[in-house]
């Protein structure tokens, strides 16, 4: 795998995980950076739900128009009632997913989506972790580790967060690892604003065509992956009965946790390492006593969400937070604003491992709370644990720039300069 790893194309790896780069400004408000959570306390101060979309309640350029009426809501308890409350929100905000991912559970709701669900939720519960740890996220962070272990310095975002969820995902579909960085590249067109709808379509049947195969053999000649599980997975149908998942269902799947699993586990676990280089105090605090490990990621979680930003579907008129919202409208849900509300946290702008544990929205809430969450926190654990193990007195490297954490709807920090041992 060593060996496989090196190999990689580094300039297409800067390419593909570069928080800053022009797509995302262009999506994202990539360079949003000062003042973040400023901006977002002011905002929640003055009433938990607001018209418009985020970047319009904060007063910075907005990238994408939509055609019905946004609201965007502020304060935990409001988010929650949202994620929580499907009668009166859904997520077919997120329908035309289905053009490129295929039918999936991100833009399904009700029973459809429970029983669609129903069939990956095994693969993906808490009692899998070690499942996870031990065939993809335990060699892989070693692999990864000792590329740059005895060199004393890295980039950490570059050179292990970007590619360890990556090579987790992709090495548990068992497809190449010269295959990895093609399915992030497509993915990355498939989800691209810039892109035409045809050059979108065409980055998604790029995926078929190397994730169909896999599916093929696997149906033929079942192995101990993700894709066998998948394969092999049963759901009720819509007319009651026992029945698999298809190909196409498999393929949408692939797409979906290519997507979840190789963007926002790489942000977050640079977030994660952001905060405790920054706070070298709670950094050697996790060193001494490894229970902390699992208090750091909680805290990075909560503390600064990667993907801050989900929305839903209004289905009947509505009073939310005080605000009329009528039927047909979207709501854009700030998770980092809900994650930083003082009514939950006390001092909440503060990163602190120590703070008593209370359920953030970072995994969002409901019916569609993340179906990776339990593999992300354990890339990250793992993780975590290792740097800790090899990397010895890790800290900035005094040589280069100080990162920041930047991104409105996909934030993290562009690179970790770090010198070590």
């Known amino acids: 795998m060593l060996e496989e790893i090196t190999q990689l194309d580094t300039a297409m790896i800067r390419t593909l995980f570069d928080t800053g780069g022009e797509f995302r400004r262009a999506r994202s408000g990539g360079d949003y950076a000062d003042d973040f959570h400023a901006d977002l306390a002011r905002a929640r101060e003055t009433g938990p739900v607001h018209a418009g979309t985020v970047e319009e309640v904060l007063g910075v350029p907005?990238?994408?128009?939509?055609?019905?009426?946004?609201?965007?809501?502020?304060?935990?308890?409001?988010?929650?009632?949202?994620?929580?409350?499907?009668?009166?929100?859904?997520?077919?905000?997120?329908?035309?997913?289905?053009?490129?991912?295929?039918?999936?559970?991100?833009?399904?709701?009700?029973?459809?989506?429970?029983?669609?669900?129903?069939?990956?939720?095994?693969?993906?519960?808490?009692?899998?972790?070690?499942?996870?740890?031990?065939?993809?996220?335990?060699?892989?962070?070693?692999?990864?580790?000792?590329?740059?272990?005895?060199?004393?310095q890295a980039d950490l975002n570059l050179e292990f967060c970007a590619l360890l969820p990556l090579l987790t995902i992709t090495g548990s579909f068992g497809v190449p690892m010269d295959d990895a960085l093609r399915l992030r590249e497509l993915i990355e067109d498939m989800i691209s604003g810039?892109?035409?709808?045809?050059?979108?379509?065409?980055?998604?049947?790029?995926?078929?065509?190397?994730?169909?195969?896999?599916?093929?053999?696997?149906?033929?000649?079942?192995?101990?992956?993700?894709?066998?599980?998948?394969?092999?997975?049963?759901?009720?149908?819509?007319?009651?009965?026992?029945?698999?998942?298809?190909?196409?269902?498999?393929?949408?799947?692939?797409?979906?946790?290519?997507?979840?699993?190789?963007?926002?586990?790489?942000?977050?676990?640079?977030?994660?390492?952001?905060?405790?280089?920054?706070?070298?105090?709670?950094?050697?605090?996790?060193?001494?006593?490894?229970?902390?490990?699992?208090?750091?990621?909680?805290?990075?979680?909560?503390?600064?969400?990667?993907?801050?930003?989900?929305?839903?579907?209004?289905?009947?008129?509505?009073?939310?937070?005080?605000?009329?919202?009528?039927?047909?409208?979207?709501?854009?849900?700030?998770?980092?604003?809900a994650n930083h509300d003082p009514k939950r946290w006390p001092d909440p702008d503060r990163f602190d491992i120590f703070r008593k544990l209370r359920p953030h929205l970072s995994f969002a809430g409901g019916?569609?709370?993340?179906?990776?969450?339990h593999v992300a926190r354990a890339e990250m654990s793992v993780a975590l644990n290792a740097i800790l193990d090899r990397l010895p007195n890790l800290r900035w490297d005094p040589e280069a720039s100080r990162p920041v954490l930047m991104g409105l709807h996909m934030r993290g920090p562009n690179e970790l300069p770090v010198v070590f041992g």
């Open 62 to 152: 907005v990238h994408v128009h939509w055609p019905e009426p946004v609201f965007s809501v502020f304060s935990y308890a409001t988010v929650n009632v949202v994620f929580r409350d499907t009668e009166t929100f859904n997520s077919d905000t997120m329908l035309g997913t289905f053009d490129t991912f295929g039918r999936n559970i991100l833009a399904m709701s009700g029973d459809e989506h429970a029983r669609y669900r129903s069939a990956a939720a095994p693969a993906f519960a808490r009692s899998m972790t070690q499942w996870w740890i031990d065939r993809w996220i335990a060699g892989i962070t070693d692999t990864l580790l000792a590329r740059i272990e005895r060199r004393g």
């Open 367 to 373: 019916p569609h709370v993340c179906l990776g969450m």
């Open 194 to 337: 810039t892109l035409s709808r045809e050059q979108r379509l065409a980055a998604s049947a790029g995926v078929g065509e190397i994730m169909l195969p896999v599916i093929a053999e696997r149906r033929a000649k079942p192995g101990d992956d993700l894709i066998t599980k998948l394969v092999q997975a049963t759901m009720r149908g819509s007319d009651g009965r026992a029945r698999g998942l298809t190909d196409e269902d498999v393929l949408a799947y692939a797409r979906l946790l290519l997507t979840a699993g190789s963007g926002t586990t790489w942000r977050q676990l640079g977030i994660t390492l952001w905060a405790l280089l920054n706070h070298p105090d709670q950094l050697e605090a996790v060193r001494r006593d490894r229970k902390l490990v699992r208090l750091a990621v909680e805290e990075s979680l909560r503390w600064e969400v990667t993907d801050p930003t989900f929305f839903r579907r209004v289905l009947a008129d509505t009073t939310l937070g005080g605000v009329d919202i009528p039927a047909g409208a979207r709501v854009s849900l700030c998770l980092s604003a």
